[in-house]
């Protein structure tokens, strides 16, 4: 070990020249040969940093990088556009089948009634009572009529879908991957799409 204030490197001039760096003493020589490892050491730093900057200007930029998972997520967009069309579709229906299935009813029906008329009329092959209930048909017939004229209430029910947290239908978030460089397992993050759309399918 050297001596206090002897030169770490010959050991025998006196050290005039202290590096904070290594808590050392070098002697004007050995301190300008310390310097230039030094030096050399730097210069290995910054040819790294250069060569980092190369391998960063050859990484696809962000938008690159998550082409596929847009692709993804715009694929995800028009299945579930199509699901929501279709889903609106079959409401339309049930909505036209509510509103239209009485009127189609009493039409049937005073159909079948005009029909009973013309031929009971035509033949003349009625009595008291089929007149009696023919009256009663025609009765019933204003009174439908009545009651299809008033509004009917149907509603939308749109409980189910206001459940839906759209927020957590579709997300991305990271996932860890691991991978091998220089024989040093290393934990990487990558993007991934994660969907709960199916438990909201049609």
């Known amino acids: 070990m050297a001596k206090s ?14 590096c904070t760096g290594c808590n050392s003493y070098f002697c004007s020589k050995d301190f300008r040969g ?32 998550c082409n596929p998972l847009i692709e993804e997520i715009n694929a995800w967009e028009k299945v579930t556009i199509e699901k929501v069309r279709q889903t609106a579709e079959q409401a339309r229906q ?5 509103l239209n299935s009485k009127s189609i009813r009493i039409t049937n029906e005073f159909k079948g009634l005009s029909d009973e008329l013309a031929d009971l009329k035509e033949t003349e ?22 009651q299809l004229s008033q509004a009917t209430r149907i509603e939308l029910n749109r409980e189910e879908s206001e459940r839906v947290k759209w927020n957590r239908i579709i997300y991305v978030q990271e996932k860890p991957v691991e991978v091998e460089r ?21």
């Open 5 to 18: 204030n002897q030169c770490s490197t010959c050991q025998k001039s006196m050290g005039i020249m202290y």
């Open 34 to 65: 310390h310097r230039e490892i030094l030096f050399t050491k730097m210069e290995e730093l910054v040819e790294e940093r250069n060569g980092l900057q190369e391998k960063i200007n050859k990484t696809p930029q962000g938008n690159n990088i």
């Open 94 to 98: 049930q909505a036209n089948q509510l």
């Open 125 to 146: 092959d009625y009595v008291e009572h089929d007149l009696t209930r023919l009256k009663q048909k025609i009765r019933q017939f204003n009174v439908d009529l009545t």
């Open 182 to 202: 220089q024989q040093t397992p290393t934990i990487i993050t990558s993007m991934f799409l994660t969907s709960n759309l199916d438990k909201f399918s049609v």
